[in-house]
């Protein structure tokens, strides 16, 4: 709740300010005095500050509905000068700070203004006292009403930007709540979407899509001479034949059981009949059991031997490089070159750079002329 602050003058120098409606205490009450030109706090020797400055009065009578405080040069010489301007005087005591627009009963008189010049009117017929009335001069009256003007005024824009400063943080936590929800759709949608994928790759594992890949009836065998004055009949439908993973599933439980040769020559003949999934599964394990096969099914993927097939269809120089490694670590010179070929043509200096120089130096190290000359190409020899 804001105070009334009204300041007499009572003598150069010295002067009252009364404060009412306020349930502040005299006990270690204090006042700053604010200019609202520039908000600065009237501090010692008329100066100036930024940062409030607090005054003790040095007598607080208590009345029954306002504080009297008696103030001295350190305040009232401060206030000559801007008595004209809108100024806002600050008390606080007890924990309790309050504010309220100092207005002037009276010019206030500064402390220079007693002088020895003065001593022959102390000595005449004092004037009668000032009395306070609370109905000021008319130019009081102008003077306070600027004053009361300017202080609603100042809590008209404090009263806006409180409103402006309200709606800004609504319209902060508004902004923060769509990010949240967005961020939470995104991160439902990618869950769903991780579920879908993995539940896919669980159905492909267990062959449960198998049932919808469409399997192409066997050809029907050609007519032979002696059927063909026979009538003909209609051919009875022939059960399709398990393709893909059911095949090898079922290839791979043969007693005994198929070495890496017959699994090569196996997975050719079901790449000739198009089930390439069968076939490039047999490949691989053919591969993954002898160094031979992995050298044979690297070179269907190296690009320097690379003939389109049924099921390979484009080079693939890092599957080639992948399967040269067992055959090069078993000592193949002809892998060693092509991966050590492959390895330095991917990278022009590193880790994988390097790796591909040391293949092809043992394959230049075991006779390989191809190999001697790719390391001179690369100054390598």
């Known amino acids: 709740m804001a105070l009334k602050v009204f300041f007499s003058g009572e003598r150069p120098g010295y002067g009252t300010v009364a404060i009412g409606g306020t349930e502040l205490t005299p006990a ?49 010489d401060g206030l000559v000068a801007v008595s004209h301007m809108p100024l806002l005087l600050w008390a606080r005591t007890g924990g309790i700070e309050r ?31 000032v009395q306070e009335t609370d109905n000021p001069p008319e130019d009081d009256k102008t003077h306070l009403q600027e004053q009361e003007r300017l202080r609603e005024e ?9 409103q402006d400063e309200r709606r800004l943080r609504a319209a902060e936590a508004q902004v923060r709540k769509q990010r949240r929800t967005r961020r939470l759709r995104l991160l439902t949608l990618m869950l769903f979407i991780l579920l879908l994928i993995a539940g896919g790759i669980v159905a492909w594992q267990l062959g449960w899509l198998d049932r919808f890949r469409p399997t192409p009836n066997e050809p029907s065998k050609p007519e032979t001479s002696s ?9 009875s439908p022939q059960p399709p034949a398990i393709q893909g993973r059911k095949f090898v599933q079922s290839y791979l439980q043969r007693e005994p059981k198929p070495t890496p040769q017959e699994m090569a ?15 490039m599964i047999l490949y691989n394990f053919a591969a993954d059991a002898d160094a031979d096969q992995a050298m044979a099914l690297a070179q269907r993927y190296d690009p320097d031997t690379f003939q389109a097939g049924p099921c390979v269809k484009s080079p693939a120089p890092d599957t080639a490089s992948h399967w040269y490694e067992n055959p090069a670590k078993a000592g193949n010179a002809a892998a060693q070159r092509q991966l050590g070929k492959i390895l330095t043509s991917k990278h022009a200096s590193g880790p994988v750079y390097d790796q591909g120089i040391r293949w092809l130096e043992q394959a230049a190290g075991a006779g390989d002329e191809e190999a001697k000359k790719l390391l001179a190409e690369k100054g390598e020899g």
């Open 28 to 76: 270690g009450l204090e006042i700053a005095i604010q200019r609202n030109l520039d908000d600065k706090y009237l501090g010692q020797n008329q100066s100036w500050h930024t940062t409030p400055y607090w005054h003790s009065p040095a007598r607080v009578e208590s009345g029954l509905e306002e504080l009297r405080l008696k103030v001295g040069p350190e305040i009232v």
């Open 99 to 129: 504010q309220g627009v100092l207005r002037f009963r009276g010019q206030p008189l500064g402390s220079h203004a007693a002088s020895e010049d003065t001593v022959e009117l102390r000595l005449a017929e004092p004037e009668p006292p």
């Open 154 to 162: 100042a809590e008209r824009k404090e009263e806006q930007r409180q």
């Open 227 to 235: 059927q063909t004055n026979a009538p003909q009949q209609e051919a």
């Open 265 to 279: 020559a196996s997975a050719k003949e079901r790449e000739k009949e198009q089930d390439c999934e069968a076939a």
